[in-house]
């Protein structure tokens, strides 16, 4: 299956799209190295280094070159579907303004965790 169909099906299953980088303004990518904060339900790289994700990954470098859900050009390397949210820029409607912006930098839902839809397989 292509990036591209799998990265669709995620939007049929409610998943948003994830930046490294806010694409109004140009903000500094995400250059620092990924924390449990930023990955808490896949979050397995301790100082043993024994995880799913090596040690020292840069969030820029997980969101562009690992995520289904990354919203730019995803290489062939873009095959994760995180169990839950990770951090990144993303869409999002802000609460008090009620403006849909693409301003957020938290955690955006592009997990399993984060699918709202299933489908029946019957
Ligand atoms: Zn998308």
Not at 44 to 59: F, H, I, V
Not at 69 to 88: E, H
Not at 91 to 100: S, V
């Amino acid at each position: 299956m292509s990036t591209t169909a799998a990265h669709e099906l995620g939007h049929a299953q409610g998943l948003d799209d994830i930046y490294s980088i806010d694409l109004y303004g140009g903000v500094t990518p995400l250059d620092q190295t990924v924390t449990s904060n930023w990955l808490p339900k896949d979050w397995t790289s301790g100082p043993a280094n024994n995880g799913y994700y090596q040690l020292g990954l840069r969030e820029t470098d997980l969101i562009k070159e690992r995520l289904i859900m990354n919203g730019l050009n995803r290489p062939k390397s873009a095959l994760d579907i995180p169990n839950g949210t990770v951090y990144g820029f993303h869409w999002y409607t802000d609460p008090i303004t009620g403006q849909y912006t693409n301003s957020a930098c938290t955690n955006g839902k592009v997990g399993v965790d984060g699918a709202t839809n299933t489908f029946d397989d019957r």
